[in-house]
């Protein structure tokens, strides 16, 4: 604020001091602008050092939303934005965190709630109930995903406090009236669709608003927040299973929508630090440019294109144990066995995997970060295939425990590789679309893994079938760091070509300047 008064007074002073009389001699006119330039230097360098004095508040201040309008108003001087790097980010770290364990926690312990909903709404006699089923959580897996790009379009124009709110709002709704159904038909609806748009609206921001207090730490940040989910599903089987057995699935699913009232209470958290471009026209009407609503920049990026379509392509098998694995160990080790234990094994790995992989990625340099992503993928994918080859229970919580590993690998490092394809400016929609494109796979590989165990008898071609699309993506993703390498060098390349063209315009010039100076001193 100070510096934009500044800047207005300077240009003011100035065009009152360029009218001098035409009567005065060159060398006072010099002199004067001179020492022109010497105040307007001490002005500056008064209000940098001011800015610097004032510390991390200042920089809060500063970046509130009345302020960010005021300076992205035309004319007003470009200020370096500098991250708190903590203070208040760490309670908006800690509310992204209940969101990330409340949001996906529900969602991956779907297993549980399978086996209920098929004694509740099931009969034996129907061939199809895996398949029915399973499109309970599939769907609403996909439609967090599916909804992201709308929501960055909402997040970029609402911010992210009101947008988070409101969506957790409406989860709370869609949740409340899954309670209250009879048939597996109007949860497709209730909990399908309405509970998971509302999540998809409430998760979106959380990583986006990270990117406003942490920039050095945000790889670290990402993967605390990204655990909150393992720490729910370490937590949530157990207790659904004995919220199930005591109070029945309705009231389980009512206990659950507490934990969407507490995520719209976190939502209020999300103070905006980054400063806003004001998107006012010149009537004074708030209307978004279309570039605001479609940000296409993002797909100039040819990395982030493989990444975009790389990553879905890994995912088609990624939710078939988070909702089939219960029913294959009831069918394989007996309905006594503690199935339970194995969600809590992926959810306790997953949350070490975020935390280790989250710091690990703020030491790997740019897109390389990508091939702990592809590491992650292939792991996941062979485990998937080691699921109906386990005979001893043991062997299979082995295998849930690399799963987990390195499924938080694969998560805590999203937000990361994004800032670094497409840089924080297109961050939000980046994230969006790419979670958008996510939502397909997510949705049809449960179904059509539950279609084949009601038409095989068994899960086991379904698990093998699942480990083929993760190995397969995280192949694609390799071409991601050496195509970024390639277009970093011919920036280079082009920077350098220009720098050569403007060296010799200025020893063109100088060459003419020199050539006139002589004619000039032969004349004389």
Request: hydrophobic share 45%.
């Amino acid at each position: 604020m100070t510096e934009g008064g500044n800047h207005v007074a300077e240009e003011g002073d100035t065009a009152d001091k360029d009218e001098v009389p035409a009567g005065l001699p060159a060398e006072e006119k010099r002199s004067e602008e001179e020492e022109d330039g010497e105040e307007e230097k001490k002005v500056n360098g008064d209000s940098r050092v001011a800015e610097q004095a004032a510390g991390p508040g200042a920089a809060e201040q500063a970046a509130a939303p009345g302020a960010a309008e005021q300076a992205a108003a035309p004319g007003a001087p470009e200020v370096e934005f500098v991250h708190p790097e903590g203070g208040w980010g760490w309670v908006v770290m800690l509310a992204a965190m209940w969101c990330n364990g409340s949001v996906f926690g529900i969602q991956n312990a779907f297993g549980i709630l399978f086996l209920a909903l098929q004694r509740a709404f099931g009969s034996e006699e129907d061939d199809d109930l895996g398949f029915k089923t399973a499109w309970v959580g599939s769907l609403s897996m996909g439609m967090i995903f599916f909804c992201s790009p709308i929501v960055s379009v909402f997040t970029d124009i609402l911010g992210c406090r009101v947008t988070a709110v409101g969506g957790a709002a409406v989860g709370l709704v869609g949740l409340l009236a899954s309670s209250f159904v009879t048939s597996l038909g109007p949860l497709y609806f209730t909990y399908g669709i309405v509970f998971a748009c509302g999540c998809s609206f409430a998760y979106q921001p959380s990583l986006v608003i990270l990117g406003h207090y942490f920039k050095k730490r945000l790889g670290m940040v990402n993967g605390i927040v990204t655990a909150g989910s393992s720490v729910f599903t370490i937590t949530l089987p157990l207790a659904l299973s004995y919220l199930l057995e005591k109070v029945g699935l309705h009231n389980t699913m009512r206990v659950l929508c507490i934990f969407m009232f507490v995520l719209m209470l976190a939502g209020f958290t999300y103070k905006p630090l980054l400063p806003v471009k004001s998107s006012k026209t010149r009537t004074g009407r708030r209307c978004p440019p279309l570039s605001q609503i479609l940000n296409l920049n993002i797909w100039k990026s040819l990395g982030y294109r493989i990444w975009a379509f790389g990553i879905p392509a890994a995912l088609y098998g990624y939710f078939v144990p988070y909702v089939h694995l219960m029913k294959h160990v009831e069918e394989r080790f007996g309905l006594d066995t503690s199935k339970e234990v194995l969600l809590m094994c992926i959810g306790i790995t997953s949350g070490l995997g975020r935390l280790i992989f989250g710091r690990a990625a703020d030491y790997v340099d740019g897109v390389n970060k990508v091939y702990l992503q592809v590491t992650s993928f292939v792991v996941i994918g062979f485990m998937s295939m080691m699921i109906p080859l386990c005979n001893v229970f043991g062997g299979l919580i082995a295998v849930c425990l690399l799963m987990g590993l390195f499924d938080g690998c694969f998560i805590s490092i999203m937000g990361p590789i994004a800032f670094e394809l497409v840089g924080a400016d297109d961050v939000s929609q980046a994230i969006g679309f790419l979670l958008g494109l996510m939502s397909v796979p997510m949705t049809v590989g449960p179904p059509i893994a539950g279609f084949l165990r009601d038409r095989l008898g068994s899960y086991d071609e379904a698990f093998y079938l699942a480990g083929i699309p993760p190995i397969v993506g995280g192949a694609l993703l390799c071409l991601i760091p050496w195509v970024e390498a390639r277009r970093k060098r011919r920036e280079k390349e082009a920077l350098t070509k220009d720098q050569g063209v403007i060296e010799k315009m200025v020893e063109h010039e100088k060459a003419q300047e020199a050539a006139q100076t002589r004619s000039i001193e032969s004349v004389l």
